[in-house]
């Protein structure tokens, strides 16, 4: 089945540690998307890229890093520098300028 | 710089009742918009799309909304609710460079 798979969907960190969500997609699409959501908030934009080997800092990027060394996979790094990360984290893919395709998401919790 | 602003943070109905649910956004250039809805601990999944044409778009499950670009509006409308629609429902425009963003979201919550 063609889809964006997610793992893991639960991850729990110890403070000072950084994890890596995983995102992968073989829907052949362009754009690959990481969003955070709190409750209330809606969904906040942390990276995006449109083209493998390039991406760029969303609306709250500070704490996050990720690559697109591969069309299919874009991970994201939720560093130690990242005050607050415990959140629900989706990830989305998109062929150019329509609508985006959304992972089932990883709830990140700190204990 | 693109912003999405969903109007209502909460939006009760009763079943069978027909529901709004408002949408405005912000944009230098002409937009694509979008309705996602989102059951709990789940991704998002599509309602609807306007990317060009008609300014009457039609969705699933019986929803649908109607852009304006004047009021640069994008209100999601249902005429009868039911339970099974209860969920949050996002607001979303892609406007330039595939950057997708989106509004901060609105519960629908239907009462029997």
């Known amino acids: 089945d063609g889809g964006i798979t997610q793992s893991p969907k639960y991850l729990f960190r110890k403070e000072g540690q950084n994890v890596t969500l995983s995102c992968e997609q073989n829907l052949n699409h362009d754009a690959m998307y990481w969003y955070r959501q709190d409750p209330g908030q809606g969904l906040r934009l942390i990276y995006y890229?449109?083209?493998?080997?390039?991406?760029q800092k969303g609306d709250i990027a500070e704490g996050y890093s990720v690559s697109r060394e591969k069309k299919e996979s874009f991970p994201l790094t939720v560093t130690s520098a990242q005050k607050n990360p415990t959140a629900f984290y989706l990830c989305a893919s998109s062929p150019r300028r329509t609508e985006a395709f959304f992972g089932q998401g990883t709830r990140l919790t700190v204990v | 710089a693109q912003s999405v602003t969903q109007l209502d943070s909460q939006v009760p109905v009763f079943e069978e009742a027909p529901v709004e649910l408002r949408c405005n956004y912000s944009?230098?250039?002409?937009?694509?918009l979008f309705w996602y809805v989102q059951y709990p601990n789940q991704g998002l999944q599509l309602l609807l799309k306007?990317?060009?044409?008609?300014?009457l778009v039609k969705g699933i499950n019986g929803f649908e909304a109607e852009f304006n670009k004047s009021q640069t509006s994008f209100h999601l409308r249902k005429p009868s609710v039911h339970i099974s629609d209860t969920a949050e429902y996002f607001c979303?425009?892609?406007?330039?460079?595939?950057?997708?963003?989106f509004g901060s979201g609105t519960r629908l919550s239907i009462r029997p």
């Open positions: 944009s230098s250039v002409s937009v694509y």
């Open positions: 979303a425009v892609n406007s330039s460079a595939s950057k997708i963003i």
């Open positions: 890229s449109q083209i493998v080997n390039d991406f």
């Open positions: 306007y990317l060009s044409g008609s300014t």
